[in-house]
């Protein structure tokens, strides 16, 4: 069983930055894609950001790129959503996903089906 505790979340005003974590208990992390969603009231779940285990390889959601930026700690098992410029439209409850452990250290996943753990979420709030 695999635990993803997010933290990092916050109210914040438009323009501003925020780093949310996850701390994952698995021990087959180094092997594991990692994955951020979103989900803001009345919408369905939606993809954020994705990382390959090895790190080498990232994804993002097209309204998050060149703002938002997925890293990892394979030695700390963590992993990071690094926010800047953040928009109204920013304003979710953000949660980590983790997959099932793999051999292919390039791949990512972008299909929240293909995430078998979650963590709790946290809450993220922008201002206009």
């Known amino acids: 069983q695999v635990q993803l505790v997010e933290s990092g979340g916050g109210l914040v005003q438009a323009g501003d930055s925020l780093r949310l974590s996850c701390a994952a208990s698995?021990?087959?992390?180094?092997?594991?894609?990692m994955g951020w969603f979103r989900q803001a009231p009345g919408k369905e779940r939606e993809f954020v950001a994705a990382?390959?285990?090895?790190?080498?390889?990232?994804y993002y959601l097209e309204s998050v790129k060149g703002r938002f930026t997925i890293s990892r700690d394979n030695a700390k098992k963590t992993v990071s959503l690094q926010m800047t410029s953040l928009k109204p439209e920013d304003t979710a409850v953000y949660y980590c996903?983790?997959?099932?452990?793999?051999?292919?250290?390039?791949?990512?996943?972008?299909?929240?089906?293909?995430?078998?753990?979650w963590g709790q979420g946290t809450q993220v709030t922008v201002s206009s």
């Open positions: 698995a021990r087959t992390f180094s092997s594991t894609a």
């Open positions: 996903a983790a997959s099932r452990p793999s051999a292919y250290s390039g791949r990512y996943y972008i299909n929240p089906d293909q995430y078998n753990y």
């Open positions: 990382i390959s285990s090895s790190g080498d390889t990232t």
